[in-house]
């Protein structure tokens, strides 16, 4: 029988409490809750002092390496004497808006040789380029040829100011300029671009006119002269006589003559030299009925067809006079030959060239009409222009070198990248992790935030 000891609890021990479980446990749970928080405070101090050395080393370490740095706009002049005399930088990277000046670009691709990469980008204007040529001409003209792109506006000026403008309709533009002042200088919507000179300059000899005398030989050989041509010529009136300007005798070569006019038939008298002056370089113009001459089928670069009959100028065709004119169409154009000139579907005129001589093909007949014909003020200028520029286009002018003192850039932005390489994307490879701008306030940032969290803890547990 158990005794009221055993019926209570017995043993050598007291009576249990009811609390005194929970509180044990929630002394344990405190005891844990402290040793977590002093390891939070403790990992929470050894994550600052581990930024603080890597902010402090990498401090150090920037003292003694090589940064790398950028400048963009209107910074970069300023920036690169900065880099060139004060700073080392291992790698720069310079964002420029326009083609830089050939000192900035020279300038920029000098570092490599002082160990310093180089990378750029930027919005420049598309590839350009500017060519100058002479014009087979008495007057003296130049030929600009630019390259832009289509639809851009093309402004050219020299060193008196704008000589010219147009809009581009393809990949570029062509102006005839009667005269130039020191370099040319083409800009593209505004933005300056490329820059030549004139590098050569040509020798012109005279003109020779052959044919049956009458108004077309006068007005052809009158053109000419009014240009500024000097014409010998040779129209015959009767089997035994010429009228005759010039030599008495004609030996066709191009030490004397840049181009010949063949207008008929009379040119058979000339028709065994023409093979040879042609291949040397001579300029030849077949006229109508020149083309059936024997002998000249291998110089020509078409055959000559049925003549149409002309028609009446009248006031609503004085915009084309020449649809007035005659016309032996030209067909079965050779390999190499190129179209000139057409009427509706036929060719009017044909080009190619022969050796080193070139030879335009005109099937045209009477077009002395074109001249006389009275419609507008200028029919006597547009007739000789017109054949200013097909003489210009046949003309024999072998070319010298001039001398070019001004400094020019002819293609600005493919010399850029021959110089200094193709454009890089704009984010510059960094030397490291800590050259990103935006890491260090991060990490200043991250080291605020550890300590408050630190001092937070320790003041809520009552510690100092």
């Known amino acids: 029988m158990r005794s009221p000891a055993d ?25 844990r809750r402290h040793r977590l928080r002093i390891l939070l405070e403790r990992t929470a101090r050894l994550a600052t002092l581990a930024i603080i050395a890597l902010l402090v080393g990498h401090a150090l370490y920037a003292q003694r390496a090589r940064p790398s740095l950028r400048a963009e706009g209107p910074e970069v002049g300023e920036a690169l004497a900065r880099w060139s005399t004060e700073t080392n930088p291992q790698r720069i990277h310079v964002a420029i808006d326009s ?13 490599p040789g002082a160990g310093t990469e180089i990378a750029w980008d930027g919005e420049t204007p598309a590839p350009s380029a500017v060519s100058v040529e002479p014009v087979a001409d008495p007057q003296r003209p130049s030929r600009v040829w630019v390259a832009a792109s289509p639809g851009a506006r093309v402004q050219l000026s020299d060193e008196l100011g704008p000589v010219d403008s147009a809009s581009v309709d393809g990949h570029g533009a062509v102006f005839v300029l009667p005269r130039l002042e020191g370099r040319i200088r083409a800009t593209l919507d505004g933005h300056g671009l490329a820059t030549n000179a004139l590098r050569d300059s040509v020798s012109i000899k005279s003109a020779l006119v052959v044919g049956m005398a009458g108004w077309e030989g006068k007005f052809i050989a009158a053109a000419l002269e009014e240009h500024g041509w000097e014409v010998d010529a040779r129209f015959a009136v009767a089997p035994s006589g010429d009228v005759e300007q010039g030599p008495g005798q004609i030996r066709l070569d191009t030490a004397r003559y840049s ?34 001459v024997p002998g000249l089928e291998s110089l020509l670069p078409a055959r000559w067809g049925i003549p149409t ?48 001589g070139r030879v335009i093909q005109i099937g045209y007949l009477d077009t ?18 017109w054949w200013a520029a097909l003489a210009s286009g046949v003309a024999h002018a072998p070319r010298f070198d001039r001398t070019v003192t001004e400094e020019v850039e002819p293609t600005p932005r493919a010399m850029l ?20 701008p935006r890491l260090l306030p991060l990490l200043f940032g991250i080291l605020v935030g550890l300590l408050f969290l630190e001092w937070m803890s320790r003041r809520l547990r009552g510690a100092a």
């Open 368 to 385: 002395w009409r074109w001249r006389m014909a009275g419609l507008d003020d200028d029919a006597v200028e547009s007739h000789r222009l």
């Open 99 to 111: 083609i830089p000046t050939a000192p900035l670009r020279d300038w920029i691709a000098a570092f």
């Open 417 to 436: 990248v021959e110089t200094i390489g193709a454009p890089a994307p704009a984010e510059l490879e960094l030397a490291s992790v800590l050259d990103d």
């Open 7 to 31: 019926r209570s609890g017995g043993g050598s021990g007291g009576p249990t409490r009811p609390g005194t479980g929970r509180a044990r446990a929630a002394a344990a749970s405190i005891q």
């Open 259 to 292: 181009f010949v006019v063949a207008m008929d038939s009379v040119i058979r008298r000339y028709a065994d030299q023409l093979p040879r002056y042609v291949g040397q370089g001579g300029g030849l113009i077949v006229l109508g009925e020149a083309s059936s």
């Open 309 to 356: 009959r002309p028609v009446d100028f009248r006031p609503e065709t004085a915009d084309d006079p020449r649809r007035s004119f005659a016309l032996g169409d030209l067909y079965n154009l050779k390999e190499g030959a190129m179209a000139l000139e057409m009427r509706d579907d036929d060719i009017a005129i044909a080009a190619w060239r022969v050796g080193d």
